[in-house]
Nanobody
């Protein structure tokens, strides 16, 4: 059973940076496609970024392109999300999610069977 644990959340001022990590245990992470989602209070969980299992191809939601970077280190069983130029509207709980195949449905939260517990990111203005 794959288990995911996020770390690295916190409070930062607008324009600042944070780095989130998603560390896997229980299975070899390299065979999994991984996404980050975020959920603000009272809102649906929304797609942020994705890295595929094969070729580590990356995809981003439009509002974070050029500011966020997703990367994976298979040797460390970790997928990271670097958040730069943060804005107050980036405030949310950030979740990593994984599935054991690549598919065009990577933006859908329903497509993932493994989730971390979430990491709070708060950006003050």
């Amino acid at each position: 059973q794959l288990q995911l644990v996020e770390s690295g959340g916190g409070l930062v001022q607008a324009g600042g940076s944070l780095r989130l990590s998603c560390t896997a245990s229980g299975r070899t992470f390299s065979g999994y496609a991984v996404s980050w989602f975020r959920q603000a209070p009272g809102m649906e969980r929304k797609f942020v970024a994705h890295v595929s299992a094969i070729r580590s191809t990356t995809y981003y939601e439009d509002s974070v392109k050029g500011r966020f970077t997703i990367s994976r280190d298979n040797a460390q069983n970790t997928v990271s999300l670097q958040l730069n130029s943060l804005k107050p509207e980036d405030t949310a709980v950030y979740f990593c999610a994984a599935r054991a195949y690549d598919s065009s449905t990577y933006t859908s939260a329903r497509a993932y069977g493994y989730w971390g517990q979430g990491a709070q990111v708060t950006v003050s203005s």
